[in-house]
């Protein structure tokens, strides 16, 4: 370690990583560039190497790979605690956030100026998605065999239905024996571009260059560490199967999440695509307009953008809420749907961080990440469309022949004040490039006056 200043302490580490979550707004792409500026290029508690490093196989885990950047770092500095805390204090204030809306929602969500509020924030939701789809292309498309891996991964998704895991798990298949086969297109790239302006290089900082002894592998350590975390998220949810059935709201809220805490891969847009699709359809907890919705709430608090499905558990429990006030319901729902979602993330990296530290310069990871990377943007280009048919349109029908599974919107349907203001939201972020607090605001303001000119149906 060549770097002059002093190692942090724990307590000093909490104050930073508590900053971070109070800061953590704009999405993956902004939470990770944050993390970025102050750990790597202010803090230098490790280098740039190393971060992305992190980030990889963050990336290749399913569920939030922000979060998780987060408790691998925590990890890094100050072992097992220091992933706890730091992974605790990323989420602990969209938590809360996210219930306070969820609170205002559920008792207010029919009052005129909420509707015309929402209103707003889903088209500024939309162009938002739509900025992050042409964001992760311009870094993960850089040849035809990317752009063919999200070519195909739209039309599985889209016109299929192919589930998502699998999706992911055929990209990543295809990335690493692309790899191995030594062609062109899967040589090299960690699929996500630079992160920052500085660079920093790992031997000029606190963890530098080596690998810290507590990171190495430790099979008795991760055995324990593992069973633990295990115990945590998955003995609730196995007495909630046993103790109220599988066809109660809880239980169903349990498992569902927990299967997606598992098979979710490629960030958190393309997690949105497979919840809105199980939430809505097929489970009914809520629905289309709803999910943007919460997804307007998880885009304008700090924390993760998984975040929104707490509001989404909140939202199932109320409306199924058996012997049991409504609100008392949807706020256990909403805390147990966090809970099964982000305990498993602290599994991941406990388990596989000390294994994955010794494979820095793995060139068929890399690769392997690279093709997620491609298939995640047409995954989130899915999530677009989906999202821009049910803002711009109030009636969606579903067409299946010859093997497709399409939604395709009813032009009789066409909401015109929808669509201008989606239009004036995508002119403010490519156009303009406001920031998204800036067009998320401009948005719900403008809803409010569409509403009370009676012009958006609330």
Known sequence: MTHDRAYPTLAEATRIWARIGLLSFGGPAGQIALMHRILVEEQKWLGERRFLHALNYCML?????AMQLAVYIGWLMHRTLGGI??????????????????WVYALYGNVGAVEALFFGLKAAVLAIVAQAVIRIGARALRNGAMISIAAGAFVAIFGFGVPFPLIIFTAGLIGFLGARADLPA??????????????????????????????????AWAFRVSGILLALWL????????????????????????IMAVVTFGGAYAVLAYVAQEAVQNFGWLAPGEMLDGLGMAETTPGPLIMVTQFVGFMGAFRDAGALSPLMAATLGGLLTTWVTFTPCFLWIFLGAPFIERLRDNR??????TAITGAVVGVIL????????????????????????LDLPVWSSLDLAAAALVGAALVAVFRFRLGPVTVLGGCAGAGILLGLAGLTGA
């Not at 109660?248 to 349990?254: E, P, R, T």
């Open 85 to 102: 805390i730091a992974g605790v204090l990323f989420v602990a204030p969209g938590v809360v956030a996210i219930m306070a809306l969820s």
């Open 61 to 65: 885990l399913p569920g939030p790979e």
């Open 364 to 369: 068929l990871l890399s690769a392997a990440l």
């Open 382 to 405: 899915n999530l677009a469309v989906w999202f821009g048919l049910h803002v711009v349109f109030g009636q969606v029908r579903n067409v299946t022949a010859f093997g497709l599974d």
């Open 235 to 258: 003995v609730p949810v196995a007495a909630l199967f046993v103790l109220l059935g599988p066809a109660n709201v809880f239980a169903q809220i349990a498992g569902f999440f927990s």
């Open 186 to 219: 899967f040589r090299g790239g960690d699929g996500h571009g630079k992160v920052g302006r500085v660079q920093v290089d790992d031997a000029e900082t606190l963890l530098g260059a080596e690998t810290p002894a507590h990171t190495r592998v430790n099979r």
